[in-house]
């Protein structure tokens, strides 16, 4: 097994994160209120079978069910795992088990996580009860883990109306994935060329086209591209369009160009911003040249060469 | 009902990361392989559908670009599946049984070193009341582990030698990521080991179907698909008995496993196969899918080694259908079952029975 990475690539942390925002229904929306009011809620099925967590439709029947009970914060491990090295966003910091728990009353099996000193406390059938969150916010979280008890089955559900001052509609959870990217083996020649400020493409052994940037492929023979091509720095503008606005973290004033450029011996466009000429001017044609920055890994924008424009026969399969 | 084979099969070296390939320069040497098996091309090809899920590396919209690699031009009929490509190809499958298609391109890729396998799995979870727990995808297998020790169906001991007839039984595919004595190891999540849990592994896979007469001219000895069904069970996990896989064998009555096939004599109960690739990740699911699919000591199982060998995922169910249809191929079956799994603790299963003619 090879698990240390090859040290002629390319890599760098990509970061993906967004906050999902979901809404609720109607039955979903009681459960987590109840657990920010320290009440667990079930949904009674047609059959009578109080399932914990609740559910909007019976998933053995898909008919719509909305009998609420309150069932209790005691019950019992139905199967366990011990987890000896918790990961980042997992509930608890220290080892612990995962659980399945029958909470008294239910039918079915709420998944969380038990607070035990260590994998012998824990056992099928033990007896827990929820240790609830300092600050409850409507989510199941509330639930901040379970903990070990000795009380006794305390029986049956009771109905509930599942009616709450101020309800939860809405739940936001954030997630986040941590990567460590590496781009392949044409990306990287083709950004490891950029920095010493030249433009390389990969020229398709069939369809002689020259890709740039180069994935590797050419995506109409659907064959390897490998013989490195040199194009630009100079090309033409093929089409373009002006931006009206303005993007966050961006410190780009508006309205600016951004256009399609080929590159000299390109047969791709690719795309980049238009500089160093007012914006009502850019036209197709145009003959542009990349302006790098101090320590800038690619062009920062193109600006007019001041050759004549390009004949658009010249350009108008590179559209 | 339309006939369809799979008459084609190829899979990368399964490696635990290939930093310097982007996923269509991991994927295009199987594609390339398949075609020059048949001698087909690109613009042969009647349809086309592939399996991956973009969050494994993070790379959005990854699957526009794998197709890069098949040459999609002039503009080719084609479909993706955020799912291992055994669904895929069962999309493929059902294509050619319209009659609207008569080859089909499947293919599948997972480069699942980029990131943490077990937190990206936790985002397909119940986005209300579980993911935001993030119980990984070992910690799950494991809950389902303890289960099955509870009921008696299995032991530790018995896990290890799941493990280890898998791994030996891999020492014979030069694709496999890991073969050989490999150590039970300390526990990842009790009571899973490090030895009862697949490898991280980037890999691709793919096969082409075929219909009729046309799987006749492209292969030897097609691998006939005499039926295949897909069946999913509740999402939580609380509702479940993870000590069985009702869905797995629903999805194996239907297709036909169970049925005695054509000029064979013998008793029903037991499905008649030689062989049966099973896509269990975890040893535990292995004893879950044999006693789910009443499979005898008889059946030769993984004999490629399974994903215990080489988990590229998105694309190790399909391997499963692959393996069992190249063991027809060469004659090494005759008549085999091949599994796929999708979700936590086999919450979703495809099965399919292939059969080669004598
Ligand atoms: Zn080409």
New binding site residues.
Partial sequence: MTAAPSPDVLRAPLVVEFPFTRSLGPVQSAFLTGLRERTVLGVKTAGGGVLVPPVEYDPVTAEEIRDLVEVAPTGTVTTWAWNPAPRRDQPLRTPFAWVLVKLDGAATALLHVLDAPGPDAVRTGMRVRIRWAAEPTGAITDIACFEPCEREDSGAAAPHDGRFADPVTGITTPARLDYTYSPGRAPTDYINALAERRTVGER?P??R?VYVPPRGA?P??G?ATAERVEVGPRGTVTTFCIVNLKARNLDIEVPYVYAHIALDGADLALHGRIGGIPYDQVRMGLRVEPVWTEGGRYPDHYRPTGEPDADYDAYKELI | MREIAIVAFAQTGHRRRTDELSEVEMLMPVLHDVLGQTGLKTSDIGFTCSGSSDYLAGRAFSFTMALDGVGAWPPISESHVEMDGAWALYEAWVKLLTGEADTALVYAYGKTSPGEIRDVLTRQLDPYYVAPLWPDSVSLAALQAQALIDAGDTDEPALAAVAARSRTAAAANPHAQLSGPVPAGDYLVQPLRTGDCPPVTDGAAAVILAAGDTARGLCARPAWIRGMDHRIEAHSLGVRDLTDSPSARQAAERAGAFEIPHGLKGMGGAPFVDTAELHAPFTSQEVVLRKALRLGDDVNVNPSGGALAANPVMAAGLIRIGEAAARIHRGASDRALAHATSGPCLQQNLVAVLEGES
């Fill in positions: 398709c069939s369809c086209k050419c109409t023979c064959i």
